[in-house]
């Protein structure tokens, strides 16, 4: 784990009033203990906030819509790589000439 002041020395133009607010938004979760400890996922989470709101000017009322759709996105992912793995090696062949026919 890792923890905020680390984060605030790795994440350039990253604040601690930043972090609070992420963290009270619910855009990322951190095992609570005496300080908050974030995992690796967590801090490329972070980043990519950091990211959308610095570099692309995301405001703060669409930043929850944009992790949601990713949150989204990431799921679906994970959900069909579960299903390549399970599925027969005939019916994940045809499946994966499917998905890359698009």
Known sequence: MIGP???????PGLTRPELDL???QGWVRAEMGVTPGFNPVDVARIRLIVELRGALAIDDTTLPVILSLLDQLYTTRRQLRRVLTEAEPALRDRLLQVLTEV
Do not use: M
């Open 22 to 24: 992420f963290l009270a």
């Open 5 to 11: 002041d680390a984060i605030l020395r790795e994440i």
